[in-house]
């Protein structure tokens, strides 16, 4: 039996069986009859049938929704509330882009060859879907793995994270109230072993991971010949602050994108760049507003920091933070852990690049400034690793804008914004060792379906 305990006090929330090899094979040979006989495809206007009821239901479930995301994945009450929301935002989506899942005409006749013909593509569900999903996003990861494939008419087998199934399970069983048919959404709670044997299965056509780099370029060099994927890993999110960044927005910006959930999302802000003359003035009252943070439960309402999910995930950040305090870094807020399951809100002053907090994601709540005086250098630094997901840079002027969007090696870059912003519908995924490929809703929706070109031959053309 799987134990699913809260991340801030450890108690027991519920306990649901875990499934072996035997469950894997029978979810995989479900969902691959549904796909082999296209008598079973749900028509697209049955999805969107299916996927606005699935809207309406979730209006009905926000509270009870957020609070089993807040219990159990430890992101405070108000930001699991705005996660529920973007999740019914997402399928609303969802369902409007099945419409777009469209081919075009081929121009022929513009060769001999190719007279009395006529040519064109259409789009088709790639096949069995199957999805790993992550921690962070208890429900709002789930729309983006699951009601994706289902729009785009495959069958999808998810594998959520085991700290925080409750939200997935709570999300398919709304979708089977809106009239899913049986096995075209599949839940397998399991280990990573058991995992291994869903995903790298020749049934599989596409495989969508959200977690570690370390397990996602594992499992894609175990692939099934053919199997299409979409890598989501993390960052170590980079800002370029210039002089005449605007501190009024640039603070709370920072504030916000560096320790919303704790820090524990992948584009959370990490590392920040200070035009030397404004350095000190930007750590100081940053650190200022960061020592007022609230943390603590995530299910009370005024709580502004929550847990981290794992209590050995406090063990690492401390043990980071310290190396860093040690090696030189000052410390300017936080740096102690308040329990076994919350560490302080912390911000460090130009730590040295070589240690853990400026190398590495730290997936925590501590954010590192660094002073420059050479912005060129700066940028140089913020790309020197090997993670390049989402970036910003704060300032007023356009061409000093233009330049660092240039230069900054990542796939999004914010001007005047955290690096952390994301709607669901925009393109979301890292590049280099952060990633493969891109997510978004109607992205995703994209990368599931195939093309077929159809040529027809007449006389009469």
Request: glycine share 6%.
């Amino acid at each position: 039996m799987l134990k699913i305990t809260s991340p801030y006090n450890l108690s027991l929330i519920k306990e649901i069986p875990l499934v072996g090899k035997k469950e894997v094979e029978s979810a995989l040979s479900t969902a691959y009859s549904l796909f082999q006989d296209q008598s079973k495809w749900i028509p697209p206007f049955e999805r969107i049938a299916i996927l606005e009821k699935t809207a309406d239901i979730l209006k009905t479930k926000i509270e009870e929704l957020t609070k089993t995301a807040a219990h159990e994945g430890g992101k405070p009450y108000i930001d699991s509330k705005v996660e529920v929301l973007r999740a019914i935002n997402g399928v609303k989506i969802a369902a409007e882009q099945i419409a777009q899942l469209k081919g075009e005409q081929i121009p022929l006749g513009l060769t001999k060859a190719s007279v009395n013909r006529i040519a064109f593509t259409k789009r088709e569900p790639i096949g069995v879907v199957a999805s790993v999903s992550a921690f962070n996003h208890p429900i709002n990861l789930i729309v983006h793995q699951v009601v994706t494939a289902i729009a785009a008419g495959c069958p999808v087998i998810i594998k959520p994270a085991l700290t925080t199934p409750l939200s997935c399970l709570a999300l398919i069983d709304i979708l089977k109230q809106a009239g899913l048919p049986d096995g075209w959404c599949q839940v397998i709670i399991c280990e990573n072993e058991i995992a291994e044997l869903l995903v790298t299965d020749k049934r599989v056509n596409y495989f969508s991971f959200i977690g570690s780099s370390k397990v996602g370029w594992y499992l894609k060099s175990k692939l099934a010949p053919g199997t299409r994927c979409a890598l989501e890993h993390g960052g170590a999110a980079p800002v370029i602050v210039e002089k005449d960044a605007d501190l009024k927005e640039l603070l709370p910006a920072l504030l916000k994108g560096g320790f919303y959930h704790a820090g524990q999302v992948c584009v959370s802000v990490q590392r920040v760049f200070v035009q030397e003359s404004v350095c000190d003035d930007v750590a100081n009252k940053l650190a200022e507003m960061v020592k007022k943070l609230i943390v603590g439960d995530p299910l009370d309402e005024k709580t502004e920091v929550g847990p981290l999910i794992l209590p050995r995930e406090v063990d690492r950040v401390e043990e980071w933070v310290n190396e860093a305090v040690s090696a030189g870094a000052k410390l300017l807020c936080g740096g102690k852990r308040i329990s076994n399951t919350c560490y302080e809100p912390t911000v460090l002053l130009n730590p040295p690049l070589n240690v853990n907090v400026s190398t590495l994601e730290i997936f925590g709540p501590v954010v590192c400034i660094y002073s420059y005086s050479n912005r060129d250098k700066a940028i140089e630094i913020a790309n020197s690793l090997d993670v390049h997901f989402q970036a910003s840079v704060f300032t007023k002027n356009i061409d000093t804008a233009l330049h660092c969007t240039n230069k900054l090696n990542a796939t999004a870059v914010m001007v005047n914004d955290h690096t952390a912003f994301r709607v669901d519908w925009m393109p979301f995924g890292g590049r280099d060792a952060s990633g493969f490929g891109l997510g978004g809703i109607q992205y995703s929706m994209h990368e599931m379906t195939r093309e077929k070109l159809i040529v027809i031959k007449s006389s009469v053309l």
